[in-house]
């Protein structure tokens, strides 16, 4: 019987599972919207995970360990936004290359961490909003990576959709010659939102590593990159539709715990697999409007611009 008790912990369980997806993807969305496709977010959620977790395991400080997963995750977007926007190297190899690359660099700085543990106060309740009946604990009792993520993907959503500047981004991700012979910088505005990406994605794995699951193993992003960059491709480059997404994978993704606590004879694997396939048959479904992807997505997507001389 769903109880309130049980219903507020699946809610809350739920918005902590989405919430690596929602940081992630809402940096991936501003990079595509400025027309640079980096496939290396699982690689810089992973580096961004092991930083975080190994500065916050010296340190004490879960503050330090987050900070730091940023600045590692946009020193990785750093890397990355040299090679395709400077260099002009091929952005879908690069991203592929920064993924493997993060693997293979995460695994090395966690390794003297591997079976360690955190002990890190993650909930934290609004004074006087936490205290209303029921709905306190639903909405302002959660992890403050949680409010982040909220109110990045709200603040992403104005600044695409309602400010200026939000729209020269976009005339760069659709246009960049007409908006470069206007006289806007667009190497410089790529950069930043590259740049808004790797931050967003190191942070994504700090929360991971610090808080969600506060003890360090390998490749324990377990995809949720790739999950990321699906979701905002399928999401058709819509903010709203993108925290739908990750919310529905954090609630498959709790199901499917408690049907393994069930005991119902059904494999784990298949059952581990089940946030994933979900999420992305859902997503395609959809995104099945042609039309209306086509409408949304950025024209010069993952196209080399150079500026002429």
Not at 72 to 83: D, N
Not at 266 to 281: E, G, K, N, R
Not at 288 to 309: E, G, I, Q
Request: hydrophobic residues 60%; charged residues 10%; contains cysteine.
């Amino acid at each position: 019987m769903l109880t309130l008790e049980l219903f507020t912990a699946i809610f809350i369980a739920v918005m902590g599972a989405g919430t690596p997806l929602v940081l992630a993807a809402t940096g991936e969305l501003v990079s595509e919207r400025a027309g640079v496709l980096n496939l290396g977010v699982e690689g810089m959620m992973l580096v961004g995970a092991a930083v975080a977790f190994a500065v916050t395991a010296e340190t004490g400080s879960a503050v330090a360990g987050v900070a730091a997963g940023m600045g590692a995750g946009m020193a990785l977007s750093l890397i990355f936004g040299f090679l395709t926007l400077t260099c002009l190297a091929n952005q879908v190899a690069t991203g592929l290359a920064l993924t493997i690359f993060g693997v293979g660099a995460s695994a090395s700085i966690g390794a003297s961490y591997t079976g360690a543990a955190l002990v890190v106060t993650s909930a934290f309740k609004i004074p006087y909003l936490g205290d209303v009946p029921v709905f306190g604990e639903l909405l302002f009792s959660l992890e403050p990576l949680t409010y982040l993520s909220l109110l990045m993907a709200v603040a992403v959503w104005y600044f695409l959709m309602r400010s200026r500047p939000g729209l020269v981004l976009r005339a760069v991700g659709d246009a960049p010659e007409s908006a470069h012979a206007t006289g806007f910088p667009v190497i410089a505005i790529r950069y930043l939102a590259v740049l808004f990406g790797g931050a967003m994605a190191g942070i994504a794995g700090a929360y991971l590593s610090v808080f969600y699951t506060p003890v360090w193993v390998e490749n324990m992003t377990a995809g949720r990159g790739w999950i990321a960059v699906a979701l905002v491709v399928f999401a058709t480059w819509q903010v709203p539709r993108m925290l739908a997404g990750a919310y529905l994978f954090g609630g498959v993704t709790i199901v499917q715990f408690h049907i393994q606590s069930a005991n119902l004879g059904i494999t784990t694997q298949f059952l581990s697999m089940l946030p994933y396939a979900a999420t992305i048959i859902v997503l395609v479904i959809i995104s099945s409007n042609a039309m209306k992807v086509r409408l949304h997505t950025p024209a010069a997507l993952a196209k080399p611009f150079h500026a002429d001389d």
